[in-house]
């Protein structure tokens, strides 16, 4: 309904009643009641603009909201700082008041100049506060002017009680929420802080994680360490020869069980060197201790040689010590490991061997004087049987011969023929007992060698040899020998033995053939004498060598059996070896070699 | 100069059968000679420097020439050997070792003290007999004995 306000109009009345009813009815709500207020009395005034603010005091300084405009276009301007002005200036003044042409105030000239002739402003008043504003601007006319401005009144009262107690209630919820939002700022803030807190927790928790496990590894170090230093520890101690570990000081750090076993002093006794070569040296101490000092400036192990050291029990043990610089101690002493063998048990068994030795070589000594002796013996023998058994060897023969010749009258021929055998059998004897002393003397004689031509000495034992066979044929094949490093008078011994064989074993030969050569090997010559002999069987060549070993019957071939064994003697002790080879009738050649290597001049 | 008086062999051997068979052996190559036989070394010391021969004692006897065995007892033959070449009259006499012994040791010494013959006596008789033939033969006829330096009171 629109239309112009009647002043005193029953139907104003009702109007307002209608109007005041409907404010009530949203009196919970300040912008609803804003805006309907605003839109209706804009209606019934016909004002070109209607604008309903609240008074605001914060902290002394008032202020001004727009609580609703209509037109609701008018809102920005509404909310502009010359509006504000307005609602500043018209705040001072304590009733309502009409705005008209010609302008004389301030507030008129402002309104003016917004297009306004005709304006009302009431303010909203509780008891003595101003509340709020209710501005209708632009108004129509000044002819229901009085009845508009007893409506405004009118309403402004229960408009400002609505107001204030909506704008309370908001403000109230306005507290609150700000309150809520403070609470929240500071719970969120709280929050954050928390996270903060729970990150900086973390972040120390993580430290703390980190450095317990940096504390498990150090723990594990030490540990390692302590396990390191007990296998060191136990390495000394445990250790089975006699270790001892010191200080340039003197002070004995650690000695091992070992030594304290075989020495009988425990570490609490000798707790320096001092006291160690005061127990363990007695007069000695100052020598072995100037041997220790020495040990401090060792840049190497050394081996210090033996020492006699007297144990606890006071018994002499002898022990081999050997010494190592261990680098500094944390106050840079110089510390040393001196480690010992106990070779007393070792020396004692040398000494032992050398006593040994000595009795052995005093028994070699005895046992050579009694060889000696029993050699001299076996001399004297040899030279008795020369004399004595020689002797009436030869006066059987003799006296034989002389009863043969003197008394060949007397005798018959069985008588003669009786003595024949004495005399046969006597030089039989005779020529055994020879060669047996020929043959004991060649293993007792010294053998002088000498480089000798064998070629001269073979012709010379061969002419000698066939001037004892007379009436033999015998012809020498002589081959150029080589020279042999041998003794003489052995070598020619054994030619000679060797050559009057073969003269006698070619006995039954018309013509007695005899050759002897050489041929040179690596490192010995092998000589050979080879004759057309009656030879031998040589399954008994092993029989040949022996001492009275004979292959022929006395009736066959005289001979005692020692000539072979005595060659085999004399080749042997020139390093050389002796050999045969035959067939019955075949001949016989004989081997023997001389070694080639000068070791005698 | 010999006269039929003077000693032309000294024979000295322990052993009668070999003293016997020598001077058999010598008799047949020899028939005319004069042969003094003592039994061992101080009785050849005897004969040649006097009773008890002391040490500075002259030569007594003078004879051709000397044979002798070495297994002597009480003055064994190595010893009178020794002795005999030691004095400057006696080492002139030829000296023969008639031994049975064939060591080195005593040929070697016998000739180092001046032997003048060394002879193994050999079992064998004929060889026996052959050799000490030979030896007499020899020595008294053959061989040219040195001036004496001083003739010996008759």
């Known amino acids: ?601 | 100069m010999n006269t039929s008086t003077e000693v032309e062999i000294l024979l000295i051997e322990d052993n009668p059968r070999d003293a016997e068979l020598t001077q058999r052996a010598l008799k047949a190559g020899n028939p005319a000679h004069s042969l003094i036989w003592v039994k061992d070394g101080a009785e050849a010391l005897d004969f040649l420097f006097g009773p008890g021969h002391p040490a500075n004692a002259k030569l007594h006897q003078r004879p051709k020439v000397i044979l002798m065995d070495l297994k002597l007892p009480k003055i064994g033959g190595i010893e009178l050997l020794r002795r005999i070449k030691s004095d400057p009259a006696a080492k002139l006499i030829p000296v023969v070792v008639l031994t049975s012994s064939r060591e080195k040791s005593d040929i070697a010494t016998c000739y180092e003290l001046g032997v003048n013959s060394y002879i193994v006596k050999p079992v064998d008789f004929d060889h026996f007999s052959h050799a000490i033939g030979q030896l007499g033969l020899y020595w008294l006829s053959v061989n040219q004995p040195p001036e004496p330096k001083r003739i010996s009171a008759a």
């Open chain 1, 1 to 601: 309904m629109k239309g112009h306000v009647p002043n005193n109009d029953p139907t104003v009345t009702a109007m307002t009643m209608d109007l005041l009813g409907k404010v009530l009815s949203r009196a919970d709500d300040p912008r609803k009641l804003g805006e309907y207020l605003t839109e209706e009395i804009r209606e019934l005034t016909g004002a070109r603009c209607v604008i309903f603010t609240q008074s605001l005091e914060t902290h002394g300084t008032k202020s001004h909201r727009v609580v609703a405009v209509n037109p609701i276009r008018r809102l920005e301007w509404a909310e502009s700082d010359a509006i504000h002005q307005l609602y500043a200036e018209i705040h001072q003044l304590p009733t309502s008041q009409i705005w008209r042409m010609p302008a004389t105030s301030q507030t008129a000239k402002r309104l003016q100049k917004e297009g306004f002739e005709l304006s009302l402003t009431v303010p909203l008043m509780i008891g003595e506060n101003r509340v709020g504003l209710m501005l209708a601007l632009g108004l129509p006319d000044a002819e229901h002017l009085d009845a508009v401005t007893n409506l405004l009144n009118t309403l402004s009262t229960v408009t400002a009680l609505v107001l204030r107690n909506a704008f309370f209630s908001e403000n109230q919820n306005q507290i609150i929420e700000t309150r809520t939002s403070e609470l929240r700022l500071a719970n969120n803030a709280l929050r954050a802080n928390d996270a903060h807190i729970r990150t900086l927790l973390e972040k120390s928790e993580r430290a703390q994680q980190a450095l317990l496990s940096l504390l498990e590894d150090q723990k594990a170090m030490v540990t390692a360490l302590r396990e390191s230093e007990e296998r060191l520890r136990r390495a000394v101690i445990n250790s089975p020869f006699p270790v001892m570990i010191h200080t340039e000081d003197g002070q004995v750090l650690m000695i091992s069980d070992a030594w304290s076993e075989i020495s009988g002093y425990t570490h609490a006794e000798i707790p320096t060197t001092a006291d160690w070569t005061e127990k363990a040296y007695g007069q000695r101490k100052q020598v072995v201790q100037a041997d220790i000092d020495r040990l401090y400036g060792l840049t190497k192990r050394e081996r210090e040689g033996e020492y006699a050291i007297h144990t606890k029990e006071g018994i002499l043990r002898i022990w081999d010590f050997m010494s190592a610089p261990l680098g500094k101690l944390s106050d840079n002493r110089r510390m040393v490991i001196s480690m010992a063998m106990d070779v007393t048990e070792r020396r004692a068994a040398e000494s032992e061997i050398h006593r040994l030795n000595a009795e052995l070589e005093q028994r070699v000594v005895d046992r050579t004087a009694k060889l000696e002796a029993s050699n001299k013996e076996l001399e004297a023998f040899s030279y008795s049987i020369s004399h004595d058994l020689r002797s009436p060897l030869r006066a059987i023969n003799g006296f034989a011969h002389i009863l043969r010749k003197d008394c060949s009258a007397i005798l018959n021929d069985e008588g003669q023929r009786h003595l024949e055998v004495i005399c046969s059998e006597s030089k039989r004897m005779g020529q055994l007992v020879d060669d047996l002393l020929a043959f004991s003397r060649m293993n007792r004689e010294p053998l002088h060698t000498i480089e000798i031509n064998l070629t001269a000495l073979t012709q010379s034992v061969f002419n000698e040899c066939l001037s004892h066979a007379p009436g033999r044929q015998v012809q020498l094949k002589l081959l150029p020998l080589p020279t042999a490093h041998a003794d003489p008078p052995m070598i020619r011994q054994a030619l000679v033995n060797l050559i009057s064989n073969a003269i006698k074993y070619t006995r039954p030969k018309a013509l007695a053939e005899i050759e002897v050569g050489a041929r040179q090997e690596t490192d010995e010559t092998v000589f050979y004498v080879k004759d057309n002999g009656v030879g031998f069987d040589p399954k008994y060549t092993d029989k040949l060598f022996g001492v009275f070993q004979r292959l022929h019957s006395e009736n066959e071939f005289e001979g005692t059996g020692v000539g072979l064994a005595l060659v085999q003697r004399i080749i042997h002790r020139h390093g050389g070896r002796i050999w045969a080879e035959s067939n019955v009738d075949e001949g016989a050649t004989f081997f023997f070699t001389i070694p080639t290597t000068k070791n005698h001049s």
